[in-house]
Every structure is written in structure tokens, then in C-alpha cells.
């Protein structure tokens, strides 16, 4: 799950640490409801101010830069899709698109690029049995990902694969 940790800059910049860990796949009203609380909590008086300082469940994604809304559609995406919703972020680079393009464009997490050509090619062709022995997937699944997919590797060593769009 998507979490991250905000801390009061009032009491960091006094040398303190003051934060709280958040789940990030909520609604931005809610994470800015948790940051008042936690600001209330505050060892410095009247602190107003707080920055997101660590996070987990973000793969390699630096949200430090990203707005809070950013933060929360990302997580959300995570949440509901896992570490490849992360991998077409960081390919799109934006949010609107990883948002709208993902469902259409994810194709799966396959042992390697070649079941993947295996798996399409049957399930787009019916192939004889007698030509079977003949199919290079190997070669196949590279002109797939030249053309028409992209792979990424998985923490697991499998791939993701996506369709280009």
C-alpha cells in the first residue's frame, strides 16, 4: 500500500521530529484532514506548515516533486493495479494519461516476452498443429516489441507488457 510520511516543518526546522505516516490512495480532503491532526499535535506553536518527506509503495516514482493530488491519483492507481500502474506512470511521465491510457494499454506480467508472443499468437491465430514446431517466438516477440508492445522487467524477473499507444 502506497504510504507517505509528512512531517511538520515547525518543529523540523527547530531540529524536532514531528510527522505521521499516511495511506497516500485516499482522498486529498482526507490526507488534508490527517495533516491538520497531526499539525494540532505539533511540539512548536501555531505550525502551519508541512512537506512530504519519505514514502514507500512508489517503486522508483520521486513524488517529492508531485502535488498532493498528484500523490493521491498515483497511490490510488497503485492500489487498485499494483507495480505496474507505477511502470506506465514513469513511462507516461504524467498522470491524466497513465489515468486514462493504463486498462488499454496493460496487456499483463508474463514469464517473459516471448509466452507473451506465444499467448498472442494463439490467441490471434489458430495455428496447425504441424506449423507449431516452426514458430520462432523468440524472434517473434522482438518484433512485437519493436512494433506494437513495450516490456519492462518486474522485482519478480518476470514482465510487465504493455501495448503502445
Not at 68 to 73: H, I, K, N, P
Not at 92 to 120: C, L, M, P, V
Amino acid at each position: 500500500m502506497p504510504e507517505i510520511y509528512v512531517a511538520d516543518l515547525a518543529a523540523y526546522n527547530d531540529g524536532k521530529m514531528h510527522g505521521a505516516w499516511m495511506d497516500a490512495a485516499q482522498d486529498v480532503e482526507d490526507i488534508e484532514e490527517e495533516i491538520k491532526e497531526m499539525l494540532k499535535e505539533s511540539p512548536m506553536e501555531n505550525a502551519e506548515e508541512w512537506e512530504i518527506h519519505d514514502s514507500e509503495g512508489f517503486g522508483n516514482v520521486d513524488i517529492q516533486r508531485m502535488s498532493l493530488d498528484e500523490v493521491t491519483r498515483l497511490a490510488k492507481g497503485i492500489k487498485e493495479y499494483g507495480e505496474a500502474f507505477t511502470t506506465f506512470y514513469e513511462y507516461t511521465g504524467d498522470i491524466d494519461t497513465a489515468e486514462k491510457e493504463f486498462q488499454d494499454a496493460y496487456e499483463g506480467e508474463y514469464d517473459s516476452e516471448e509466452d507473451f508472443a506465444y499467448e498472442f499468437m494463439n490467441d490471434v491465430y489458430e495455428i496447425p498443429e504441424f506449423i507449431a514446431p516452426y514458430v520462432d517466438y523468440e524472434k517473434l516477440a522482438r518484433d512485437l516489441m519493436i512494433s506494437d508492445f513495450w516490456s519492462e522487467p518486474t522485482e519478480k524477473g518476470r514482465v510487465y507488457i504493455f501495448r503502445r499507444y
